[in-house]
């Protein structure tokens, strides 16, 4: 999998490139998860509620810890002492901190839409914060692809 | 990018695919533990389904990029002691992936039999303690697949 990121990388690297991927793997998943849920709920309040719980106890920590991963691991290779990143770092960043915002969107959003549930509404509210799931998992895997790949 | 690097990314995103899907099954098996709404849990089933296609595509994808990628690779050998553990582990992880998939199936078209006979699910009705057990084995399988290759041990 992930091994093959740095043909020789230093061991002190390897623990805080393990907290970056693996928090990384649990906010995809969290966002696939959630989302899956709110899109198969079908007005379902029980499945609604599920699928918004997903995005802020899985999706959620997994960004936070995805996100001091890879600051721990941009500091310990040195990368900050460089004028500009590759092109590779930089797409991880857009799609963090985008990927960040949006993530609060869908969670407030949401939220608003979770408690509206118990008056009957709420339904379109969670169904944009579905859509902007999708939206962060989709630009998710495109940094996935530029962290393994690293283009440029 | 070379041809490597885009089978690298393909491997690396298959193994997102495959922590995801376990990350989904796990959600699903806490909700489903004390559930007795038929309807929820057959909801359920179908996000469940769609995790089962996602978990192919990345048992698929590690296995066949992963070896791809050893025979590509001048500094990797497809008998390196970390590469060996991680196609063993990967068969451990794929066996019992599929046991507790197959549990959870049986569950589902109980609760599916429910729905048609409208009998009320019975608490525990939709837990299973030996998948529950299969996908904890399976998990950790992957986990320790993923410790194997950042750390690569012995390379």
């Known amino acids: 999998m992930t091994s093959m990121l740095a043909a020789h990388r230093p061991t002190d690297w390897n623990f805080p490139l393990f907290v970056h991927v693996l928090g990384a793997m649990i906010l995809v998943g969290g966002l696939l998860t959630g989302a899956s849920i709110l899109a198969f709920a079908r007005g379902d309040t029980r499945s609604l509620r599920l699928g918004y719980w997903t995005l802020l106890a899985v999706a959620l920590p997994g960004y936070i810890v995805m996100r001091i991963g890879a600051q721990w691991i941009y500091s310990r290779e040195g990368w900050e002492q460089l004028d500009d990143d590759p092109t590779w770092i930089g797409i991880g960043f857009i799609v963090a901190d985008i990927g960040a915002l949006l993530v609060l969107i869908a969670l407030i959003v949401g939220g608003i839409g979770v408690r509206r549930l118990t008056s009957g509404g709420g339904h379109g509210l969670l169904k944009a914060a579905m859509v902007i799931a999708w939206l962060v998992l989709a630009a998710a895997l495109v940094a996935v692809w530029a962290m393994s790949g690293k283009p440029g | ?155």
Do not use: C
């Open chain 2, 1 to 155: 990018m070379s041809f490597g690097d885009w089978i690298l990314a393909l491997h690396v995103l298959s193994a997102f695919a495959l922590v995801a899907s376990m990350v989904l099954f796990w959600v699903l098996v806490i909700a489903t533990r004390t559930l007795t709404d038929v309807d929820a849990r057959i909801t359920y089933g179908r996000v469940g389904d769609l995790g089962g296609k996602v978990i192919g595509v990345g048992f698929f994808g590690t296995i066949v990029f992963g070896i791809w990628l050893a025979f590509l690779k001048d500094s990797y050998a497809i008998w390196d002691g970390w590469i060996v553990a991680a196609i063993i582990l990967w068969v451990i992880g794929g066996y019992t992936g599929g046991r507790a998939g197959a549990e959870y199936q049986n569950i589902l078209d109980r609760a599916r039999e429910l729905k048609s006979s409208g009998e009320p699910a019975q608490p525990g009705e939709f837990r299973s303690s030996s998948g529950e057990l299969m996908l904890a084995i399976s998990s950790l399988a992957i986990l320790l697949i993923l410790i194997d290759m950042i750390w690569k041990p012995g390379a």
